[in-house]
C-alpha cells in the first residue's frame, strides 16, 4: 500500500494549486482520503477528507470555500484544489488513507500516510 502526494510549490497570495494523491495497492472505493499539512514550528493539523465510497467531504473551518476536495477513483487519485491561497496555508501537505467508511479526523484514525508535499504561499 502506497500513498504519493505531490503538486506543492511556490505561489502568491490568492493563487492557487492543486495537489495529488495517488493510491497504489488498494481499491480507494473502500476508504477515506484525508489531508493534513503541518506549519513550521505547529502540529499537523486536519485540513479535509472525503468518503471514496460516496462522495462525501469534510474540511476545517479555515479552509471551507476555497479547498475543494475530489476523488477519482478509477485513477485512484484524490485531489485537494486549493484557491485564494493565504500566507497561513503555508506548510508541508500530507494525504492519508483510513480503512473504512466515514470522515475521520485524526491522525490515529488513518491506517497509511504519504510522504508530504511542500506549500509555500508567499510574495
Known amino acids: 500500500v502506497q500513498l504519493q502526494a505531490f503538486g506543492g510549490g511556490l505561489v502568491q497570495p490568492g493563487g492557487s494549486l492543486r495537489l495529488s494523491c495517488a493510491a497504489s495497492?488498494?481499491?480507494?472505493?473502500?476508504?477515506?482520503i484525508g489531508w493534513f499539512r503541518q506549519a513550521p514550528g505547529k502540529e499537523r493539523e486536519w485540513v479535509s477528507c472525503?468518503?471514496?465510497?460516496?462522495?462525501?467531504?469534510d474540511y476545517v473551518d479555515s479552509v471551507k470555500g476555497r479547498f475543494t476536495i475530489s476523488g477519482d477513483n478509477a485513477k485512484k487519485t484524490v485531489y485537494l484544489q486549493m484557491n485564494s491561497l493565504k500566507p497561513e496555508d503555508t506548510a508541508v501537505y500530507y494525504c492519508a488513507a483510513s480503512d473504512g467508511y466515514g470522515l475521520p479526523r485524526l491522525e490515529d484514525e488513518y491506517d497509511y500516510w504519504g510522504q508530504g508535499t511542500q506549500v509555500t504561499v508567499s510574495s
Open positions: 472525503i468518503s471514496s465510497s460516496d462522495g462525501i467531504t
Open positions: 495497492g488498494f481499491i480507494l472505493d473502500y476508504y477515506s
